[in-house]
């Protein structure tokens, strides 16, 4: 940790450079990053930019992995790490480095219960841009969580401000598809509130199908 100060103030592409080798070094290391102590001083240390450039290059670095290193990289320390962080340990939560770390809930997809219900226990994430709507509306998970995506569509949804249509067209058709599956669902009405809240032009339409 050494050159944090240093890459502080270096470019972007310096700063993500850094944070991608420290993140293969967390995901694929044999040194763990919690026990050892080093993760939590890279964070302690470290401003959002590093936190986030860090948490997007697990993400990236996840993906590339195979099941077998998914499963070992959860149990060694990812969900630690976010019971820790929840608890503000050794810090708080930024809403913009939880909605980061949403993505994780997706790529450790025999986990996205889990980390999805930790990720709601801290301040509500806030996820860039539109892409991260579009994973989560290919992903398996309206089926197999409704409840649970709807209740993380309205954490993610109040914290957009209504400028993104494209937002809009995506929360859409994961709405209508949580509403077809259950119109029961009490989770679904805070949901739909907070797309009224955004000015949506179906938000009505939607809480009138609600039971």
């Known amino acids: 940790m050494k050159h944090l100060q240093e890459v502080a103030t270096a470019s972007d592409d310096r700063s993500r450079m850094f944070c991608d080798h420290l993140a293969s070094v967390a995901v694929f290391g044999a040194i763990d990053p919690v026990d050892k102590g080093w993760l939590d001083e890279f964070l302690t240390r470290s401003a959002l930019r590093e ?12 993906r590339e992995a195979d099941n077998q290193a998914k499963e070992s990289v959860w149990n ?6 976010l019971r820790r962080r929840v608890q503000a340990m050794p810090i708080p939560f930024d809403p913009e480095e939880s909605g980061a770390m949403c993505e994780w809930a997706l790529v450790l997809e025999s986990h996205y219960a889990e980390i999805v219900e930790l990720l709601l226990t801290g301040p509500a994430p806030a996820v860039d841009g539109d892409m991260f709507y579009y994973q989560l509306h290919e992903s398996a998970v309206l089926d197999r969580a409704p409840a649970l995506t709807a209740r993380f569509l309205a954490a993610l949804v109040s914290k957009e401000d209504g400028h993104n249509l494209w937002v809009f067209d995506q929360v859409h058709t994961m709405v209508r598809q949580l509403i077809d599956l259950d119109p029961r669902e009490p989770a679904l009405r805070p949901l739909c509130e907070e797309l009224g809240r955004l000015g949506s032009p179906r938000a009505l339409k939607f809480q009138g199908r609600l039971q």
């Open 51 to 62: 936190k986030m450039h860090w948490a997007g290059g697990v993400t990236q670095v996840l």
């Open 76 to 81: 060694r320390w990812i969900k630690r790490y």
